[in-house]
């Protein structure tokens, strides 16, 4: 079992640029998480799939940022364009179902200049 | 929605002693209740979780505890050891169980 893959880990850009976070859940999960982590706010849970298909994104900041899910191995978290408030460590979780329990994959940290 | 707090933010306690750390939670429909481990820099981990049809479960030196009255839930650590030491959030499920709500986290030293 490889685990949650995220990609990049780090990753250091300008202001205005386009962010693309990756994450690939574990093999058969059917939930993806995407979250947010930083010390002023916490674990923010962002937006959630079922089965590739959005199921709540309130925890989604602004029109900046969006999420796919193409297919269930894959889904991207995009902002575009950057600020340097969005800097934080972002955390991809998958789980069998929602009611099951999630597992992190090691974040993508990311810094906006 | 839901509404998770954590009690208290930080924790200090000599080796050997026991931590408790306390949770509230605000939708009553909620029925699963994790708990994840996070060390510096790294990700967080599950260590134990509680269904709402059992009131305690433990796991070697690891034991949470659900009043599904008063709506709390409690981890207890006993015989602490350095490597305990890490910051630990509780989490409560809610819109339709699909998606968990995390606490503020507790960031537990333990004290050689």
């Known amino acids: 079992d490889a685990g949650v893959i995220q990609s990049p880990r780090h990753e250091v850009t300008e202001m205005g640029q386009e962010v693309t976070l990756r994450c690939k859940p574990i093999?058969?999960?059917?939930?993806l998480f995407w979250y947010r982590q930083t010390m002023m706010r916490g674990l923010e849970l962002l937006i959630y799939f079922n089965n590739n298909v959005p199921i709540d994104d309130s925890g989604m900041p602004e029109d900046r940022f969006s999420a796919k899910m193409p297919n269930a191995s894959f889904s991207t978290l995009k902002i575009q364009p950057s600020e340097p408030r969005d800097s934080a460590v972002y955390f991809c979780?998958?789980?069998?179902?929602?009611?099951?329990?999630?597992?992190f994959g090691d974040g993508t940290r990311l810094s906006i200049l | 929605g839901e509404n998770v707090e954590q009690h208290p933010s930080t924790l200090s306690v000599q080796e050997g002693d026991s931590a408790v750390i306390k949770c509230t939670y605000s939708d009553s429909a909620s029925n699963y209740f994790p708990w994840y481990k996070q060390e510096l820099g790294k990700r967080p981990q599950l260590i134990i979780d509680?269904?709402?049809?059992?009131g305690e479960k433990k796991d070697q030196r690891i034991a949470v505890t659900l009043n599904k009255t008063a709506k709390h839930f409690s981890l207890h650590i006993t015989e602490t050891q350095p490597e305990d030491s890490a910051v630990y959030f509780c989490a409560a499920n809610s819109g339709g169980y699909q998606k968990v709500t995390f606490g503020t986290g507790t960031k537990l030293q333990v004290i050689p």
């Open positions: 979780a998958s789980s069998l179902q929602g009611n099951q329990p999630q597992h």
């Open positions: 509680i269904r709402s049809n059992v």
């Open positions: 093999s058969g999960h059917n939930s």
